[in-house]
């Protein structure tokens, strides 16, 4: 079973500019969350999307925004980055909603504002 | 509002001894408590979960959590460390409070395995 996959790996972008950053979930995932792992801020709470809505978000200004398409794969778009923005965005899904259902990981996608 | 310490941030370890990796909760209701390891330049890989039942929780890799509800604590064990074993691991609480669906995770424990 193919696990969490995300593109690309690296992403080297300047500030003011907008990133996409996409996440193809487990096969039969329906909810997909991102978390960004900052240095010194530890692992944060961005988004969560199922069933092709958005049903919650952290404490992250509007210019983090994504989608959840039919297929359930994901993409998060960051506009106007700052330099703070540089970090690893983690995208995970999971089998429902359902309590007792892990969270699974992909790779990451590391970006790089320079 | 939940939250996960984890109040180490490196464990040291000798190979074949056993590893101990300590985390702390505060939850209002159930809860449940998960455990991560991250290796370089890689994503998060589940490890165990706790969710209800018994104390004792096996996961993958050898790993085992116990749970105490009177200590709110959910530590991580290993009987035997192998230098592999050495990465970033992670305890983290589900909050599904105000709507929210999502892992609070602790600031991580680097653990050293050294042969």
């Known amino acids: 079973e193919a696990g969490v996959t995300q593109s690309p790996t690296h992403l080297i972008k300047t500030r003011g500019q907008q990133a996409t950053l996409r996440c193809s979930p487990i096969s039969g995932h329906t909810s997909v969350y991102w978390y960004q792992q900052a240095l010194g801020l530890g692992l944060q709470f961005l988004l969560w999307?199922?069933?092709?809505?958005?049903?919650n978000r952290g404490n992250f200004p509007p210019r983090f925004s994504g989608r959840q398409f039919p297929n359930y794969s994901s993409e998060l778009n960051v506009n106007a980055l700052e330099l703070e923005d540089s970090a690893l965005y983690l995208c995970?899904?999971?089998?429902?909603?359902?309590?007792?259902?892990?969270?699974?990981f992909g790779d990451g996608t590391r970006l790089s504002i320079l | 509002a939940q939250s996960v310490a984890q109040p180490e941030d490196q464990v040291n370890v000798a190979e074949g001894n056993p590893l101990t990796v300590k985390c702390t909760y505060s939850?209002?209701?159930?809860?449940?408590l998960f455990w991560y390891v991250q290796y370089p330049n890689r994503g998060l890989q589940f490890l165990l979960k706790?969710?209800?039942?018994?104390?004792l929780v096996k996961g993958s890799y050898g790993f085992e959590a116990e749970f105490n509800k009177s200590q709110t604590s959910f530590h991580l064990k290993k009987p035997s460390a192998l230098v592999s074993d050495s990465a970033l691991y992670f305890c983290?609480?589900?909050?599904?409070?105000?709507?929210?669906?999502?892992?609070?995770f602790g600031a991580g424990t680097r653990l050293a395995v050294h042969p």
């Open positions: 939850v209002s209701g159930n809860p449940y």
């Open positions: 983290a609480v589900r909050d599904v409070t105000g709507g929210y669906n999502k892992l609070i």
């Open positions: 995970a899904s999971s089998s429902g909603q359902g309590l007792n259902q892990p969270q699974h």
């Open positions: 999307y199922d069933e092709g809505e958005e049903r």
């Open positions: 706790y969710i209800t039942g018994d104390n």
